[in-house]
């Protein structure tokens, strides 16, 4: 199998790289949407075109290249923000393909634990499985274990962003469904819309349920 420097399998897997954070497609005018180099690669990607029979405006997603479109970002505050930037942005131009069921949220590993003589190696995805690698194969001493913390998928090298989020056979996907669309709706509205004062009450009403950045 050769793979490309990118950690990507280049016979069924392309990859899209973008810079920052992508218009909030919430907010912006319909003429600001299409004018944003981010989106409009997005959609030439994707083998995307506007215009249909109905709305000149809809996308057409007649000639779409993939059934699979991963969207890979950093497991940080930032990471989730772009995260929700580009759910908004299929969610308004493009729902046809959360509805199928197209969509998936990569979930990369927070950290790669060795123990001190290398005898076992795993990758955890969170603070519990770091735990449960140190006590079963460190007798629960943290000293026996080094531990390398992914602070970035920019800090993979190129085999270990394959075998932890691009290798089809060990890689945690999340797909994004919409399972009552009104409600989808009026949350995506509420957050990351102009109204401050209904996101700011959600926010309150939430913040006990959410884990930022441990």
């Known amino acids: 199998m ?7 399998d280049r016979k069924f897997q392309a990859i899209l790289p973008l810079r920052g954070k992508i218009l909030n497609v919430e907010k912006a005018m319909d003429h600001k949407v299409f004018e944003s180099d981010s989106i409009v690669t997005i959609f030439r990607a994707l083998g995307v075109t506007i215009g249909t029979e109905e709305d000149p405006k809809e996308a057409n997603l007649s000639k779409l290249r993939y ?38 949220i990569a979930t990369p590993p927070l950290y790669r634990a060795r123990t001190k003589k290398g005898q076992r190696e ?6 519990t499985q770091l735990r449960k690698f140190i006590d079963e194969y460190a007798g ?13 998928l920019g800090e993979m090298n190129p085999e270990q962003l394959w075998e932890t989020t691009m290798d089809p056979e060990h890689r945690l996907l999340k797909r994004v469904n919409i399972s009552d669309a009104a409600e989808a709706d009026r949350i995506f509205s509420m957050l990351m819309g102009e109204d401050v004062d209904p ?16």
Do not use: S
């Not at 050769?2 to 990507?8: N, P």
């Not at 996101?199 to 441990?214: G, L, P, Q």
């Open 2 to 8: 050769t793979r490309h420097k990118q950690g990507r």
């Open 67 to 104: 059934h699979r479109i991963i969207i890979m970002t950093d497991a940080d505050v930032d990471g989730a923000h772009i995260d929700t930037l580009l759910m908004t942005f299929f969610f308004r131009r493009m729902r046809p393909i959360i509805e199928n069921g197209y969509l998936y």
């Open 122 to 127: 795993e990758y955890c995805w969170d603070e």
């Open 140 to 152: 629960g001493n943290e000293d026996g274990v080094t531990v390398q913390r992914f602070k970035g």
């Open 199 to 214: 996101r700011r009450k959600f926010i309150e009403e939430n913040a006990t349920y959410a884990t930022i950045d441990t």
